[in-house]
């Protein structure tokens, strides 16, 4: 049986990161690639070269698939990409083609699912503030104790169960914490499945837990979700965690909210204007984490994305259900 004829398509300097000498291996297993990365330009100067092209294999800077470049790739049936949100790329002329299209979205969510347990236990330790107050030459303030503990009794809020929110919920079972959620668009059979608490608003979640950790997708409808009430509402000493997107907060009044309360500590990995992370008022506060969007995959965990590429060309030419197809409709609900 012939193997269908396959391509990298993204930006050259990411090709690495994601595909590792394995997946580049088992791709030319599978399929007939030659080992090129190629780019829109290139499809677009020389069309004949891909009119056989089946499968396309991306990542972080695939090109936008327009009606022009789908028109060079007469024969595409499937897009294995090894990164998360494909809102970039995918137009309304793939959905019409009906490509079938695949993310490593549910990898992704691992990095910033252990970014997140590992930002709740060290803010329910006040793990960073006790440093701070080293670094100032404080001693620790028994009299005055922040810190809550992990164990019985301590409320974990997750704001969204998507991929990253329901991994968080998995992992933090390990540790005798309530977690607790609120997600308007998940059926019940979710929390439960979970073990998970159901609220029903986001106030009630911010005045209830020592911990609340964002996880909804930004979209027109959530810019701006989390507002200076809910951070005024807020438990004493409690953590608030985004790694989800700045947009989703209002900044300004959760930074008015920090300054004004000492207790409340917020690690912070997302903001809105992130060539401004160096520059902003965050990096100047005591009671702030603020770290440059890492808790996504970096590194050799980049290389899970590209893996999961690769199963899922693996399930696709043995006819089986792919692991994370996105959809037109599935779209409109993801980061």
Known sequence: MNKPVSIYLLFPDKFDAIYNAAAQLEIGRLTRNEGQIHGR????????????????????GAPVFDVELLSHLPKLKAI?????????????????????????????AIPVAEYTVAAVVLGLKKAWTYSRNLANGTRRDHARDYAIGVFDGSQVGIISLGAVGRRVCQMLQNFNLKIVAYDPFVADSVFEELGVGRVDSLDALFRSSDVVSLHAPSLPSTAGLITKAHFQAMLEGATFINTARGAIVDEAGMIEVLQARPDLFAVIDVITDEARYHRCDLTKMENVFLTPHIAGSLGRECHRMGLVAV???RRYLAGKPPIAQVTRSSIALMA
Do not use: H
Not at 41 to 60: C, H
Not at 87 to 105: C, E, G, I, P
């Open 41 to 60: 330009k290139m499809v677009l100067q020389n069309p004949e070269a891909y009119e056989d092209v089946e499968i396309v294999f991306s990542g972080w």
């Open 80 to 108: 294995f990409y090894g990164a998360g949100t494909v809102k970039s790329w995918t137009t309304d002329a793939l959905w019409d083609r009906d490509v079938l299209v695949t993310s490593a979205f549910e990898a992704n």
């Open 311 to 313: 199963e899922e060309c």
